[in-house]
Structure formats: structure tokens, C-alpha cells
């Protein structure tokens, strides 16, 4: 989504629809992954710079969105975790793997919160964060805190680049993809770790 194209249609549109907007589209962010939100917050960001829009309605307007998409990502992982017949407990059953995922989510248990934190950083992953921390035990007010601290952090940032930057915005729109090849380069690199690591081990087990 071209970011020109948003603010276009953003300001040709009245304020109190662009504020629906930008809270829908944080919503939508974080239940669809590939959905630009970051690209709408930003055209948020530039409307007040450029356009005199009020910062604290558009940060609330973002920062309200992402918490509660994060919160219900956080529900569905606990519809998956407690309901019976789910196709994820058939998967679990099936495969034999049962051992497998609950040490997953136990692990998730001791460091999800920091993943929590991070989360508003890791474009693309941070709805199956959520889904992972309602399907393990940690507490709701500890995932609520943590997502709020982090979105919070992030729009800041974020609104706050978009108002310097105002004028030259297609600036900020590569820093901001730039940050997200960077992300997306260290996750890879530590999948293919993880991978690695997990075949040497059943390597070594066979010899």
C-alpha cells in the first residue's frame, strides 16, 4: 500500500472517519499480519505534522487499535488452548508431538514476556506471539502490561519520526523497511540456527 495513496484518501476524508480509520487499521494489523498498519500509522503521523491533526487523538486512535488486536490474538490462543476438539489438539494427537508443544509453550512461559515487549519491533510475527502466550499460563494483566508498554514505545517513535519527517516521508517509509529487512534478516538467520542446531542433535543421536 503506497503510502501517498493513504494520505490521500485520509485527508480527503473527515476527521472523525480518519480517527475510526487509523484504530481500525491497528486492529486489523495485528488479526491480519500482511496488512500495512505500520504504513497507516505513519500516514497518521504525517497528518499531524503536515496537517495539523491533534497528536494525542491520532496516538490514542493507533495505540488503543494495536492493544486491542494484540489482546485478541491473546483471546484466540486461549479459545485454542481450551477448547477440546480443536484442529490444533487433533495435530497434537496425530503426529505425537504432544510432548513437544507443551515444552514449547512451557519455554514461551519463562521468556514470552519478553517477546511480549519486543513485539510492536517484529513486523509480521507478532500476532503468533499473542496466539502463543494465550495458549501458554502467563497471566493476562503481565501480556496486557507488556503489549501496552511496547505499542506504546513504538508509536511514539513512530508518530514522533512522522512529525520530523513530515515533509519528506517516502524518507521514512525506507527507514522503516529497512528496519523491517533487518528484523526479518535475524529471524531467519536464527530459524535456520534453531534448524541446524535440531538436525546435528538427531545427527548425533543416529551415529
Do not use: C
Amino acid at each position: 500500500m503506497d503510502i501517498e495513496t493513504v494520505i490521500k484518501f485520509l485527508v480527503s476524508s473527515q476527521p472523525h472517519w480518519v480517527v475510526v480509520i487509523l484504530f481500525f487499521s491497528a486492529i486489523v494489523e495485528y488479526i491480519f499480519p500482511p496488512f500495512p498498519g505500520d504504513t497507516v500509522t505513519l500516514a497518521g503521523a504525517i497528518l499531524i505534522g503536515s496537517y495539523g491533526y491533534n497528536f494525542f487523538i491520532v496516538f490514542f486512535a493507533v495505540t488503543a487499535g494495536s492493544f486491542l488486536g494484540s489482546m485478541l490474538d491473546f483471546y484466540i490462543g486461549n479459545v485454542l488452548k481450551n477448547k477440546k476438539e480443536t484442529w490444533l489438539l487433533k495435530f497434537k494427537r496425530s503426529n505425537n508431538i504432544h510432548d513437544k508443544i507443551n515444552s514449547s509453550l512451557k519455554m514461551f512461559e519463562k521468556w514470552g514476556i519478553f517477546a511480549i515487549l519486543l513485539n510492536r519491533f517484529m513486523p509480521g510475527i507478532r500476532a503468533f506471539i499473542f496466539i502463543a502466550a494465550g495458549m501458554s499460563n502467563i497471566k493476562v494483566t503481565w501480556v496486557s502490561l507488556s503489549s501496552l508498554i511496547s505499542i506504546t514505545v513504538w508509536n511514539t517513535l513512530i508518530i514522533f519520526a512522522g512529525i520530523i519527517l513530515s515533509k519528506n516521508f517516502y524518507l521514512l517509509v525506507k527507514i522503516i523497511k529497512n528496519f523491517h529487512l533487518f528484523i526479518w534478516t535475524i529471524i531467519i538467520i536464527l530459524i535456520f540456527y534453531l534448524l541446524l542446531r535440531y538436525f546435528l542433535k538427531k545427527y548425533k543421536k543416529v551415529k
